[in-house]
């Protein structure tokens, strides 16, 4: 069965260090993986996508994602946090239209 | 830019009501999608469209029926609002690519039942 797990429901980091959200996934064939953020009270915004191109991903706003088919993940990274990167984060696994299955989602709050 | 609306964002309705929330899309996206969002559960589909009048259900479609009768507006019906139907709905839409199903997101509809 396919799945999406986050590692961690919340992660806090001091503004200007790095932040790292963890993205595990099970599927039976290289699907498709993207990165959607949330601000408060708004819809998801798509961070970054893979789809079978170059393992490591950039995005916007700094972002960026590696796959590793080895280890089935595709955690994302950032190199130093900013305030507004505060928001809810979530790890989407595609295998078609139809099937798309999103993770449970990570809170980002980012300390002065 | 593509632009994905919902016709309200707060919406407080009591149980038993009959309730319609509106998606309007404007990037001729053949697929259409709703979500409910409730806090650690991540995004829960409640019905896909692939195409007008065509409608596949989701994981959670009880308690829910939608409309598409046009490419571009995509209505979800709540047919008698109850108190544990509370919650983000947030409708999305996107290509029928074969390996990039981008979705698109509207700003989500905040939906109380009393």
């Known amino acids: 069965a396919q799945s999406v797990t986050q590692l961690d429901s919340h992660v806090s980091v001091s503004e200007g260090t790095p932040v790292l959200l963890r993205c595990n996934y099970s599927s039976s064939y290289s699907p498709s993986l993207f990165w959607y953020v949330q601000h408060p009270n708004k819809g998801l915004q798509l961070l970054l996508k893979y789809t079978s191109a170059a393992t490591l991903v950039k995005g916007i706003n700094g972002f960026e994602a590696e796959f590793k088919k080895s280890e089935t993940s595709f955690h994302l990274t950032k190199p130093s946090a900013h305030m507004s990167d505060a928001a809810e984060y979530f790890c989407?696994?595609?295998?078609?239209?139809?099937?798309?299955?999103f993770g449970s989602g990570t809170r980002l709050s980012i300390r002065p | 830019d593509v632009k994905v609306t919902q016709s309200s964002r707060y919406l407080v309705k009591r149980t038993g009501e009959k309730v319609f929330l509106e998606c309007v899309q404007d990037m001729d996206h053949e697929n259409m999608f709703w979500y409910r969002q409730d806090p650690g559960l991540g995004l829960r589909l409640i019905y896909f469209s692939y195409d007008v009048k065509m409608k596949e259900k989701g994981d959670i479609p009880e308690g829910y029926s939608v409309s598409r009768e046009k490419k571009e507006r995509f209505s979800l019906i709540l047919e008698s609002a109850s108190t544990n139907q509370t919650s983000m709905y947030l409708c999305?839409?996107?290509?029928?690519?074969?390996?990039?199903?981008?979705?698109?997101f509207g700003p989500g509809t905040r939906l109380t039942v009393t």
């Open positions: 999305a839409s996107s290509f029928w690519l074969a390996d990039n199903y981008e979705q698109y």
């Open positions: 989407v696994v595609s295998l078609s239209a139809s099937k798309i299955i």
